[in-house]
């Protein structure tokens, strides 16, 4: 069952709607260009510029059905086992921020949440906990999305889906942060011993993109319309408040308009890709191929970069690619 939590304060929800209203707000009409090639030669989509010079992260790119996808993309990076250890406590962090189903690509694909829940469980993990902070109301987002009932479908007792609770958000210090030095994080995805950032490709209104790094903020707490001035920076200063040991991106379905909320199949395209790597910039990097866009496109993408959080250049990158 889902864990029960204190409902959230009057102050909370406003902040939270009016969040959720600007960014729906903000898309507007705006429509992306139809998806591209679905999987790719990825020199062709190196870009230059990024900073340091650290080790070459490893990406896999894998299209079939969502779950199947997911289980072998992970494989490639060498298994569940390589990131969760027998006993450690994993937070699995998907898009649940909507009260859309699964066929308009506003969540994570449940079949791609339970994909990496179940890894985990077999790699040995003691505790796994699903959660996002929602912008809809939270228990129509998570039985609507699918992702509850699948969830709950493991029917094993390592496993909730809990619904977060706003008294549980600790404010840290972010090493490295340049406009946010400190922020908000729900207590558990900072207890995480092993956080996996589950997200899904989709358009935004105010990012052109949200793919990984911008799903960090469902474990922000905090007023979050803050957040969306310097916008980019932000981004990449969360990211380094929360790491991602592994991301697992779901392409399965892309909403490439009128994101991030969505509502219309008419917005949604079916590149079938599941997408997974250590490096949230590589992974999201690598998505925008789905959107006919470049790394270069995306603002917070080449902050990223620039700054170090990881490469964008997928030359330098050790990518593997399959059709199941």
């Known amino acids: 069952m889902v864990a029960a939590a204190a409902a959230p304060g009057r102050d909370d929800v406003l902040k939270r709607r ?9 898309a507007g009409a705006a429509i992306l ?3 591209g090639r679905l999987l790719g030669n990825a020199a062709a989509a190196a ?16 299209k079939g059905a969502p779950a199947a996808a997911a289980r072998r993309a992970v494989d490639l990076l060498g298994g569940m086992g390589t990131f969760v250890r027998p006993g ?16 308009q690509a506003a969540n994570t694909h449940p079949e791609v949440v339970v994909a990496v829940v179940r890894m985990c469980l077999e790699a040995g993990a003691g505790e796994v ?5 929602t912008c809809n109301d939270q228990r129509l987002c998570y039985r609507r999305s699918g992702v509850e009932a699948a969830v709950e479908g493991v029917s094993d007792r390592r496993v909730r889906i809990i619904h977060p609770d706003e008294r549980r958000y600790r404010s840290v210090a ?13 207590e558990e995805a900072l207890a995480a011993d092993v956080f996996i950032n589950v997200p899904i490709a989709k358009h935004h209104g105010l990012t052109v993109l949200t793919m990984s790094m911008k799903n960090v903020m469902g474990v922000a707490g905090g007023n979050r319309g803050r957040i969306h001035t310097d916008f980019d920076d932000k981004i990449v200063d969360l990211n380094l408040g929360r790491t991602s040991h592994l991301v697992v991106l779901d392409a399965t379905r892309i909403l490439v308009a009128h994101g991030p909320q969505g509502g219309n199949l008419a917005d949604v395209q079916h590149p079938g890709v599941v ?3 250590t490096d949230v910039v590589a992974v999201d990097a690598y998505a925008t191929r789905f959107f006919n866009k470049t790394p270069q496109d995306i603002p917070h993408i080449v902050r990223a970069a620039e700054r170090g959080l990881g490469t964008m250049d997928l030359a ?6 399959e059709t199941l």
């Open 129 to 133: 906990l699903v959660f996002d902070r």
């Open 174 to 186: 972010i090493p490295g942060g340049k406009v946010l030095t400190s922020w908000e994080f729900y």
């Open 47 to 62: 870009t230059a510029g990024t900073a340091g010079a650290a080790p070459s992260p490893a990406l896999a790119a894998v």
């Open 18 to 26: 009016e969040l959720c209203k600007l960014a729906v707000a903000a």
């Open 316 to 321: 330098r990158v050790a990518l593997r690619e």
């Open 88 to 103: 450690q406590k994993v937070v699995v962090k998907p898009n649940i921020g909507w009260d859309r189903t699964p066929e």
């Open 275 to 277: 997408v997974a790597g």
């Open 33 to 35: 260009a139809p998806a």
